[in-house]
């Protein structure tokens, strides 16, 4: 096995030369030698995102994301969703892992922009019943905003789902009278 130091000068080396694939070899034998070492991993990513390896690049960001979130480094997990998001926007679940992210980091904010921008895509995707629960979250990060409960009940009117919508449309009604007095 070769030493952590060699293999890195080595990949150095490569990269120096523009020998891409070479650098992505010597980071792989890394990765098989020192699984954990998540820094390695990411660089790893980071090469073959620039080698256009798309979906193995995202496989070892996931891994790595997975990493820092489950040792509570949030900031850093979110930071690779981001780069993830950056490369492939067409994934919800990436939306939603940084949603849940934020709420977990205290940035509410940031978490509920993640959600529209996730509500926005089942839209468009025409999956409205998938929009629902997103909704929810959101009521449950601002419970009383009037946008969010509208627009449950607007997406559970046109999933056919009345009694549902109504219950939402009443305490829409209620937060909203409850606002003017």
């Not at 034998?29 to 995102?49: G, H, M, T």
């Not at 981001?82 to 509410?108: H, T, W």
């Amino acid at each position: 096995m070769a030493s952590k130091e060699k293999l890195i000068a080595s990949a150095q080396k490569f990269l120096a030369k523009g020998q891409l694939p070479k650098a992505i070899g010597e980071y792989q034998k890394l990765i098989d030698s020192f699984p954990k070492d998540v820094r390695n991993r990411q660089k790893l990513a980071e090469l073959l995102s620039r080698a256009d390896r798309t979906e193995e690049a995202l496989s070892e960001y996931e891994k790595v994301a997975r990493n820092y979130a489950d040792t509570g480094f949030y900031l850093k997990a979110i930071a690779v969703y981001k780069q993830m998001q950056k490369m492939d926007p067409s994934r919800a679940e990436f939306y939603g892992k940084l949603a849940d992210l934020n709420v977990k980091q205290g940035l509410v904010g940031n978490a509920l922009s993640e959600y529209r921008n996730l509500v926005a895509f089942y839209e468009q995707s025409g999956l409205t019943d998938e929009a629902v629960p997103i909704l929810e979250k959101m009521l449950e990060l601002d419970h009383d905003n009037p946008n969010f409960r509208a627009k449950i009940t607007e997406i559970l009117f046109a999933s056919h789902r009345g009694d549902e919508a109504i219950v939402h449309f009443m305490h829409l009604v209620k937060t909203l009278q409850t606002k003017q007095e």
